[in-house]
């Protein structure tokens, strides 16, 4: 095996799929009434960007026509964007939800976190501490989340129920064999479980579905102008959250954003995709993916593997 | 756009990465990001080659290991289908995981390294696939490019295999040979200009032609199984009186009409609808997630299995499975464990062992009186209430279970109904 890579020459030429593999859907809907059926308090992890936005899309279908028998939760940095945060609050309205609120804002506070300093500070990674208490506090045993196994290959190794013990912690090497399509919540009293219906979805799936279910989304996903500065090769959105340094001059561009994460972490991309057809053709053509515009996923090449031994969803 | 459900075994050397970075490869599955975030990592590990396992193994101690410890799942498509790779780990201490892995997935990718020919993994690979009934077998013959892309060399390892292991399958099993070079690409996508002696198509066309396992067979001569995951009860204005029963059908189609039984009890009703969402249905088959309501308000309730008449399950209280132990603690008999069928869980009581079989070095032991990690053995079980079950072998999709150790709660066996 030498320089193989280099080699690799693609030898056709592919189109992908435009269509949205309806087994997902029934994949996840079954994944949701298990969770409802077989947990004392569960609760749906929200946190405005499409993942969750599709997870509260598939809760709806799933108990239909009952209602939905879980909150939301959200952990808010207090650094999101704010079209986030209207789209949140507007969904929960037409829906009837209840939307339960972590502050990172009041972990700091009671100083259980140190807010970091310098020029890459986030609060990213402070969010695990609220989200614990969160937990800890509505006693959810089992949270609901957007993860996918194509965004990162430590998520590629996540069960759909992910057992977390007392601290929230994720160990790799503990995961409970999942076997067919027999999903076991069998935890302790302290345990919780995190659990991944879209787990088996690509970034793709998302889209084609947010589409064939003419799904609304916060408007960041689409084609806007917006100041940014550029750092690191990337495009960052210009926000009285972070700290830019003399050189970094902010300027007017047309961005949108692939994936909503916080102000301070999430970049975006130069793009005139302003409707869903034009974002899905630029999926489809991206040269980079997903979460290389994730600047929280750039610290190591395992960082997002010790953010999730640590309690990180 | 259906779904092809892969497993890949094999070890590192014998390629496997090498063919799944592949196989992302030639249909544009991988970004440029990536394939530069492993140059990076491949230097920092001081190779002088793009290492395409960094992308599958994607846990710390597999890197450091440079081993396959767990399963990963990787995603393709192509305009014809999507695919979802379960990539599992090959050595034998992972058995569980490997079996994590195949238990969704319809065909299993067996890797042998030309070089070496059949190894005891391959056997290994080859007996657990079988004992899930997965209906494709691909044995491809990697590394062609090694031993000259050599028919004599391809055909001599067809028959080693043929002969060694083939008779660990079953009827209705289909099993092709592809020799290939993940290497160089030969017959991934096209046909191999340097093999015109092989007259089969290349790996990725097999893939696109394969039929699923639940497509083999018409779902209406499939007896059809409904388990209730839950009632839904609005008890809202427009909906005041509505009570339907959600869940998956596991096997099967069920119409508008149908005449059912509700197990247990054994009361008989009707299908008044089937729903998915807002949309009315007159039927719906094997996979789907609806809510069916039936004519006559009957006892139904979470655990509960809704089948046709005249196509019943049986209700079992005693029964005997081939069992695929995952727990560092082993399984002796006179334990208790709970039993989980489906979305059905009740309490279990391990009777007697009647087998064990060792899966590394495919020893039968001599009169055991415990099955330990990575073991497969028979079993006798009594259960505290019946479950509705087939065996496997006539009906996969409700002839599985789990057994979860009730001290730990850890899912600590993998069961597949033989007898009872």
Known sequence: MEQELVKMQSKQNFK????????LEDEAIYIIREVAAQFEKPALLFSGGKDSITLVRLAQKA????KIPFPLVHIDTGHNFPETIDFRDKLVEELGLELIIGHVEESIKEGKVKEESGKYASRNALQTVTLLDTIEAGKFDACIGGARRDEEKARA???IFSVRDDFGQWDAKKQRPEMFDILNGKIELGENVRVFPISNWTELDVWNYIKEEEMEIPSIYYSHQRNVFKRDGMIWADSEFINKSDDEKAYEATVRFRTVGDMTCTAAVLSDADNID???DEIIGAEISERGARIDDKRSEAAMEKRKQQGYF | MDILRIATAGSVDDGKSTLIGRLLYETKSITKDKIQALEAASKRKGLDFVD??????GLIAEREQGITIDVAHIYFNTPNRKYIIADTPGHFEYTRNMVTGASNASVSIILIDARNGVSQQTKRHFYIASLLRMPHVIVAVNKMDLAEYSESRFNEICKE???????????GQSISFIPISSLFGENIVEKSSQMDWYDGDPLLSVLENLENRQHLVAASEIPARFPVQMVIRPKTEAFHDYRGYAGRISSGQFNVGDLIEALPGGQMSKIKSIEKYENKLNDAQAGDSVVISLEDDIDVSRGSM????GQTPEQVKLLTARICWMDHIPLSAGKNYLIQHGINTVKAKINSIESVFEVEHFN?????????LNEIGIINLRLASPIFVDKYEDLSSNGSFILIDPMTNNTSGLGFVTNF
């Open chain 2, 306 to 309: 809704i089948a046709k008449v």
């Open chain 1, 16 to 23: 992908s799929n435009r269509s949205f593999p309806r087994q």
């Open chain 2, 161 to 171: 295999f043929k002969v060694t292991v083939g008779n660990a399958g079953f009827d």
């Open chain 2, 364 to 372: 039968e032991k001599e009169t055991p009186d415990s099955i330990k």
């Open chain 1, 278 to 280: 034009t974002i899905i």
């Open chain 1, 157 to 159: 190794k996540e069960r």
């Open chain 2, 52 to 57: 395409l396992s960094l992308l599958t193994d």
């Open chain 1, 63 to 66: 108990f239909y026509p009952g």
